[in-house]
């Protein structure tokens, strides 16, 4: 394993260690994100080691009905499968599965300034995102130190711009909630 000099923003989370499988030092995987069958395709992988992120390589990666099995090179006994349970997996920003048009990260979204589209003032910041079955929902920090629950759908959202880090929101419906 090498140690990686760099910080946690640098880094998307893509998954946990489980528990052990058999005898050959294979792991199963949490998985942390929509395209799991990534870790067939990998061949290094980052894995968090007392606030480090330091690099592995696996060995073999599959499916064993539609959970995640890995096994990573030099471990090939279940006790030293044990001591890397629960650890984080992680991917570099520049190596996440691109997404389709009109479709984020919630690591782009966060951060992002929210801008009202009638005044094109500032509202706020995106601090999280909340997903649900039916959309997503925009937890804005508003500048007056409130906390709007923002619908992500095309009534309310207006405009996203990832690069620049802005949001464009239609606040009509949040006014009352809304104050700066």
Not at 48 to 63: C, K, N, P
Not at 96 to 108: A, G, H, M, S, T
Not at 151 to 166: G, L, Q, S, T, W
Request: aromatic share 8%; proline share 4%.
């Amino acid at each position: 394993m090498n140690t990686v000099a760099a910080t946690d923003q640098e880094y998307v989370i893509v998954g946990k260690l489980g528990r052990k499988r058999g005898v050959n030092g294979e792991m199963f995987v949490i998985p942390q994100t929509d395209f799991p069958e990534r870790f067939l395709d990998m061949h290094q992988i980052y894995v968090q080691v007392r606030g480090e992120w330091e690099v592995m390589t696996l060995a073999s990666a599959r499916f064993v009905g539609e959970r995640v099995v890995v096994r990573f090179e030099g471990v090939t006994s279940p006790e030293e499968a044990a001591k890397l349970t629960n650890r984080e997996l992680a991917v570099r920003r520049d190596e996440v599965v691109p997404l389709p048009k009109d479709r984020y990260y919630v690591f782009d979204l966060v951060g992002c300034e929210v801008i009202d589209e009638a005044t094109g003032e500032p509202v706020g910041e995106i601090v999280d995102v909340e997903l649900y079955p039916a959309n997503d929902v925009y937890v804005v920090a508003t500048e007056g130190g409130k906390r709007l629950s923002v619908a992500a759908v095309e009534d309310f959202i207006k405009e996203i711009d990832v690069e620049n880090k802005r949001v464009v929101i239609d606040v009509s419906g949040l006014i009352d909630a809304y104050q700066k």
